[in-house]
């Protein structure tokens, strides 16, 4: 049921409520006429909830780790090793001269 057939029944429903003063046996015409204004009623509401147009805001957030290697700052003397005990926590094996940087892109398309 869309706009223009709702707006028929409540058409046809007021005209037959409130215009028409005839009687039939066996059927009330006024109540007739407040049934097609309801069902109008009924009808116009789900068409526009329904078929209205979305008029929130509706976005998409995105998020991506980029990781490069990049090559460290030049270091003007190298440090003393020491012995150090060994620990829990596992050491991962990065080669001399290269750091690891990461960042986090958030992005939000509206």
């Known amino acids: 049921m869309r706009i223009g057939f709702s707006v028929f ?3 046809v429903g007021a005209v037959l409520l409130f215009a028409v003063h005839k009687t039939a046996t066996g059927v009330n015409i006024h109540t007739i006429g407040v049934i097609l204004i309801i ?3 009924i009808g116009l509401a789900a ?5 209205a147009p979305r008029r929130g ?3 998409v957030a ?5 990781t ?3 090559p460290a700052a030049p ?3 190298a440090p003393v090793a020491t012995p150090v005990a060994p620990t829990t926590a596992p050491v991962a094996n990065v080669p001399a001269g290269v750091t690891t940087q990461q960042v986090v892109e958030h992005r939000e398309v509206y």
């Open 9 to 11: 029944l409540m058409a």
């Open 39 to 41: 069902a109008g009623v």
């Open 47 to 51: 068409t526009l909830t329904i078929f």
């Open 57 to 59: 805001v509706t976005g």
């Open 62 to 66: 995105s998020e991506r780790t980029v």
């Open 68 to 70: 490069t290697d990049a």
């Open 75 to 77: 270091v003007a003397a």
